[in-house]
């Protein structure tokens, strides 16, 4: 299943995160970063099973560096949890699907 992702900029980043219902993975990557691609299929599985509720977008930090700098991104990948346009969850490196399963769904329940 195909995952609609958001990739976002200095302009569209705090309207997405804004403007998203339910639970927005945002991923800081970039495209050498070994786990960063190995965690990415992970990611869009998971949105995939959500039926609806978690939505991804990717920020690639070395077109975006002033985002990654706002959010204190020092290693990648790092994924943050928002909801209701907060950050409720901060997970940096490349955890196993089930890692990232019990992230979401305590995410989803604060």
Same mark, same amino acid.
């Given at each position: 299943?195909?995952? !609609?992702?958001?990739?976002?900029?200095?302009?569209?980043? !705090?309207?997405?995160?804004?403007?998203?219902?339910?639970?927005?993975?945002? !991923?800081?990557?970039?495209?050498?970063?070994?786990?960063?691609?190995?965690?990415?299929?992970?990611?869009?599985?998971?949105?995939?099973?959500?039926?609806?509720?978690?939505?991804?977008?990717?920020?690639?930090?070395?077109?975006?560096?002033?985002?990654?700098?706002?959010?204190?991104?020092?290693?990648?990948?790092?994924?943050?949890?928002?909801?209701?346009?907060?950050?409720?969850?901060?997970?940096?490196?490349?955890?196993?699907?089930?890692?990232?399963?019990?992230?979401?769904?305590?995410?989803?329940?604060?």
């Amino acid at each position: 299943m195909q995952v !609609d992702e958001k990739v976002l900029t200095e302009q569209t980043f !705090d309207e997405t995160l804004a403007t998203t219902d339910g639970l927005l993975l945002v !991923d800081f990557w970039a495209p050498w970063c070994g786990p960063c691609r190995a965690v990415a299929p992970v990611l869009e599985a998971l949105t995939g099973e959500s039926h609806g509720r978690v939505a991804l977008a990717k920020v690639n930090v070395d077109e975006q560096p002033r985002l990654a700098a706002r959010f204190e991104i020092l290693s990648i990948p790092t994924i943050l949890f928002v909801k209701d346009g907060r950050i409720v969850e901060r997970v940096v490196g490349a955890l196993p699907k089930a890692a990232l399963q019990a992230k979401i769904q305590s995410a989803l329940a604060a």
